[in-house]
């Protein structure tokens, strides 16, 4: 008898549950539901293509051979409802029925349109349209001065990509730091201080009071009543699971879903993976959402073998454990290289030393009962981003395997 498999989303994580289905020999139907009808991209890319210094072609990792050869329906269709229990859902006004579902649907940049005055638009980036937009923005002969609010990864490749285009930047946070949750208070002074040399105003400990629009312009009013007029305001504040179909599935801490090793949701036949899951943070200890392109790669390919082996009625093999945070950041000349935990505890203490022209802060645990010390972060800042020359790729990639031992 014939089953069918429903996606949800297609992006990385679809992408490979689909490519899993396949090479474990799933042989029936895979719908795939899509509120777009753009090709699978990389979020990575995006900021590149903005920047001018990536192509469109280059945010889409698969050709459309590729993705025909994973034989999939896919239905441009944004999902409303899903029905667990019955295993269906409604997509377009339509009802279909699955045997199995993977809910893998993404985030969306959280952005408070309401701050934002009749007649302006808030500009985001995550998704190819907030690139393209993007990028028509910054390269308009109108766009002069450019505020991004946020501190984030986010805001940083956005920053980076303003500057590419000879645009003068604003940088707010409402932190008192750059990268809270990634970067020591040492590396990020040194991030900010690069920064600063490159010519960016950065504002931080600081937030948007008021908005209006002035000739054109963003006229804003920041905390410490300062004023200055800008051409655009790109809001980095973080994203949210894509999660506004689903009712009768447990969610985490984080409001995504929760999973076990093989992805599976609290719902029968139901499985997750991508910025919508919450699992094993290494770091941590606790469920987290790992929000990074890698993982969802993997979570998605261990749902894709898990489904497979279900729905033949075998036991699933390959867990997936868990992931540890890591993340490269690069603006200019500029790059921070992090992974772990940068959070200090009477357990828990940092060194930071300078060695090959790199700031490298470690970050070390001692177990109370057994007294050893393991490596549990770290941060790598070089002023010197250029792969071929800079010794911050080298240094990081020896504390990764360290952190991973």
Same mark, same amino acid.
């Given at each position: ?21 396949? @090479? ?23 900021? *590149? ?37 019955? *295993? ?62 946020? @501190? ?24 008192? *730091? ?8 040492? @590396? ?44 655009? $305001? ?19 801490? *984080?409001?995504?879903?929760? $999973? ?146």
């Amino acid at each position: 008898m014939s089953q069918t498999v429903a996606i949800i989303g297609y992006g990385a994580a679809a992408v490979n549950a689909l490519i899993a289905l396949r @090479t474990s020999g799933y042989p029936d139907k895979v719908m795939v539901f899509s509120n777009t009808d753009t090709p699978p991209y990389s979020p990575v890319m995006t900021s *590149h293509y903005a920047a001018g210094t990536a192509t469109r072609e280059g945010m889409f990792p698969w050709s459309v051979e590729e993705l025909s050869m994973l034989d999939a329906e896919v239905v441009c269709a944004e999902v409303t409802a899903l029905n667990a229990a019955a *295993h269906t859902l409604i997509a377009g006004g339509q009802e279909y029925a699955f045997d199995a579902c993977l809910i893998a649907s993404g985030a969306s940049p959280v952005v408070d349109a309401g701050a934002f005055p009749e007649g302006a638009t808030p500009l985001t980036l995550r998704t190819v349209a907030d690139a393209e937009v993007l990028c028509a923005a910054l390269t308009s002969e109108n766009c002069d001065r450019v505020l991004v609010s946020g @501190t984030s990864m986010v805001a940083l490749k956005a920053v980076d990509a303003c500057l590419a285009r000879g645009k003068e930047v604003t940088l707010l946070g409402r932190s008192e *730091h750059l990268m809270r949750k990634n970067a020591a208070e040492d @590396t990020a002074a040194a991030f900010e201080a690069a920064l600063v040399e490159m010519g960016v105003d950065l504002r931080l400990s600081q937030v948007i009071e008021e908005m209006e629009l002035v000739d054109g312009q963003l006229r804003v009013t920041f905390s410490n009543g300062e004023v200055a007029d800008y051409s655009q $305001v790109l809001m980095a504040h973080g994203v949210k699971p894509n999660l506004g179909f689903v009712s009768d599935i447990e969610l985490g801490a *984080h409001d995504g879903l929760l $999973v076990d090793q093989f992805m599976r949701t609290s719902a029968a036949s139901v499985y997750a993976a991508g910025d919508v899951t919450e699992t094993l943070n290494f770091a941590s200890g606790k469920p987290g959402i790992a929000g990074l392109w890698k993982e969802a790669c993997l979570q998605g390919a261990c749902a894709g073998r898990a489904i497979a082996a279900d729905l033949a009625g075998t036991e699933p093999q390959d867990a997936y454990a868990g992931y540890l945070p890591n993340n490269c950041v690069t603006v200019g000349n500029a790059v921070m290289l992090s992974a772990g935990t940068v959070e200090l505890s009477t357990q828990r203490w940092s060194e930071l030393v300078q060695r090959n022209g790199c700031l490298v802060l470690s970050v070390y645990e001692q177990d109370p009962e057994t007294g050893a010390v393991s490596l549990v972060g770290y941060n790598v800042f070089s002023n010197n981003a250029d792969p071929a020359t800079s010794d911050a790729y080298d240094e990081a990639a020896m504390l990764y395997r360290r952190l991973t031992a």
